[in-house]
DNA sequence: CCCAAAGGCCAC
DNA sequence: AAACGTGGCCTTTGGG
């Protein structure tokens, strides 16, 4: 048996660290364990490769690792090591830097290593935040000491703390999310395309049925060379054809009434399946009965996540079927019910909207208030006013809404009024929205001067309406992006209590998109993971809104296949 | 030859 | 029951 750091170190109890920095190279790295005063009370270089070792003597003490968890964790998730907490300075950074409630004290510090900027950014730091080009990334634990520094100077620390911790909790999942692989049957798959394409065809070569398709859209359209891949020349021909188009979007092209259309469309909705999700698609994606998606937690401006390889965010419903439990195993499908809305109506503490969702379908219960005559007029008009829209169905019932929330309807308005001048906003645990470009700026100066012609006052005018739309979605899609953050660190903390073993022994995340989660859990313990999956939604509820009463109800199937959910 | 924009469509 | 938010990624197209 091997001894753990903390019993081979005779100091009992002070030596248990509440956190341990990771600082160094992909070589050589240096740890620092910290009491929970922020004493150093180990500080040792060593080897990368002992990495693992080390968190696995450490993690029984359940320290926060203070790391860039996208740079370390795999290489320990490979190794067989879990940790249970952490503080991503890199994730931290970026949050940080941008807060209104912290900006200030990042604003004199240069664009280093521990900001996450693409690469053609890097090379004009200047240009983002009126910075000195690149500086060396400083060491890990003055990093840490100053963000933790500018949380506690913050006026709401609590909040951004939080934020920090949920953001942080996300990368350990995101990282086990690659580990562990989505459940992906490449035999269930091929069916599907079979069914729909026929026979598998090689790369650059069109499968029969879009073949057969092509023939009959040529013949329609006496158009024997066509390429309807081709919006320009599709357009040429439609019109060539005596059809009224302005492009060749399915929506636009469904209302027409012509031979060609029928194929055309069907065409157009197979070609999408095998181009996006086709045979190509599969051989490169999937591996071994796995797909793994590669998750940039807070990839987007709102703290939404993005995705890279493979298109994950964008499954279609047509190819779910493939994703399925293994022999044994079972998936827990759960997706929260009118999250924005509800997210929305706890922000504006909002009684009235509350209520509308207590104990049902929100949608039904803004129709029970009377506002609406329909579950549909409710959606299209709560999402109008979520997007800003201003014609339609949707711009239509906004104001019917708002005289029957005015606590909601107004938080958002304001929200967007904000924007449209130029400021920022936040979400509720303090993420902030970036400011409008210098072009932006230029053009509302443009507009302010007392000769500015009408075509640059409308630019001017429609360029703030356009950043107005932002904010207003920004601090709901950017709040309801932290309850699920919130949602998954409570679910995954949950599932590793429910088995024992490796990581993908027990009940595991394997996919999340915004407001819902996939969790593969033996059969055995499926119902308790369900379970779990709405107790963590409770919590992410009270974590946000404390006493506030808005329910974040689930959508929860118990499936072999997501297609089942 | 590479690369970015445009058009389009998938997801929430 | 749209023209209103956030994305990724495919093909075509045209510029260097």
Redesign the pocket.
Known sequence: MTLTAAERDSDGASSAPSHVVIDGTRERIRVRALDSGGRVLEDRLLPAVQLPTLVEGWEPFSPRWVWDTAARYPGLLAAGVRVERCHDLRLARGILRRAAATAERFAAIPVDGWDDLPAEQRTAPAALFGLEPEAAPADALTEFERQNAAVEAAPRPGALRLLLAAESAGALAAAEMWHAGLPWRADVHERILEQRLGPRVGDGVRPAVLERLLAEIREALTAPAL?P?????L?KALRAAGLVVE?????ELAALEHPAIPPLLEY??LA?LA??NGWH?LDRWVEQGRFRPDY?VG????G?W??????A?????QIRAAVTADAGWRLVVA?AAQLEPRVLAGMAQDRSMAKAGHGRDLYDGIVATGAV??R??AK?GM??AL?????????RLVPRLAQRFPQSLGLVERAARIGEQGATVSTLLGRTSPPPSEQWRAAQRAATDLDADPVALRRARSLAR?QG??TR?FVV?GTAAEWALCWMAELRKRLWELGSGALHERPHLVYF????VLVHTPEGVAEQAAQAVREAAVTAGRLLFGGFPIDFPLDVAVVDSYADA
């Not at 891949?229 to 020349?233: G, K, L, N, R």
């Not at 998109?513 to 819902?516: A, S, T, V």
């Open positions: 390429n891949d081709s919006p320009v020349e357009v492009s060749t979007r399915s929506r157009k909705k999408r181009s996006a698609w940039v990839g987007v401006v709102t939404r993005a995705t890279r390889n493979g298109g965010m964008q499954l279609p419903k997706d005559a329909d549909t007029a299209y999402l109008g997007y800003g829209a201003t014609q339609g169905t949707g711009g356009e739309r932002f979605n899609q998109l915004h407001d819902e």
